[in-house]
């Protein structure tokens, strides 16, 4: 068995501090997407849950709805979590800008 040879790669990358800035910028912008599409999917598994979209089945029984709830509950905790690091995230970007 022969060993990996693992290329000697030394790139050259040149950022200003405002490509830093606008790509710091542009990476909270992209959580916060994707936080959106979470909360989106959580309010769509509770219209699926409650069967408030049209054509699909009934809604669900109690017991299943308060197992939907609770997960999206737990769902939302972790969403305000992350959004709370990326306040602070945008705080300190914005700290480096003044």
């Known amino acids: 068995m022969s060993q990996p040879n ?4 030394t790139p050259t990358i040149t950022i200003t501090r405002d ?11 992209l959580e ?9 999917a959580e309010a769509e598994k509770i219209q ?6 049209p054509g699909l089945s009934p809604a669900a029984s109690l017991e299943n709805i ?16 992350k959004e ?6 945008l705080k300190q970007v914005i700290k480096t800008i003044t």
């Open 6 to 9: 693992i290329p000697n790669i």
């Open 19 to 29: 490509d830093v800035i606008n790509l710091l910028l542009a990476s909270i912008a």
């Open 32 to 40: 916060e997407l994707g936080l959106a599409h979470i909360i989106n």
């Open 48 to 53: 699926y849950a409650l069967g408030t979209i």
């Open 66 to 81: 308060l197992q939907v709830n609770e997960s999206v509950q737990d769902m939302l905790d972790l969403v305000i979590k």
């Open 84 to 89: 709370l690091l990326l306040e602070s995230k």
